[in-house]
């Protein structure tokens, strides 16, 4: 069950072109309640976008990694790799450890599809 209760933890800050419109790659961070845990999430180009180690860990933390590995791959899930903003910000928000390097994202429909999968694979909350 996906929660609409979701917080903008604070605007990025855009950078304006000549035109003064934000340029592409601009995005925001906040927190949405997902299956009752909330997640950290960076809203770029009209998508919500999750950290993929916050996911794994907190979501499907009674999951094998390698079961959710292939669901994923079952279907036709990708993730983006972050670039060194966005992990910045993803470590602000405390949804990377501050130790991280790298760092996956994927999107929230995505998110809803692997959920909605793996729901038979952990145990009831």
Known sequence: MFLTCEG???????????KGEARPGDFHAG?????????????IDGTQMF???QVLSDLFKDIPRTTISKKMETLKIKSRRCDLKE???????NSVPTRAVKCSLISKADLEALCTSCKSLSPRR
């Open 8 to 18: 903008t933890f604070g605007i990025v800050p855009t950078t304006m072109d000549y």
């Open 31 to 43: 927190y949405q309640e997902i299956e009752g845990i909330n997640l950290g999430y960076l809203q």
């Open 51 to 53: 950290a993929l180690a």
């Open 87 to 93: 992990l910045r910000t993803l470590k602000a928000i």
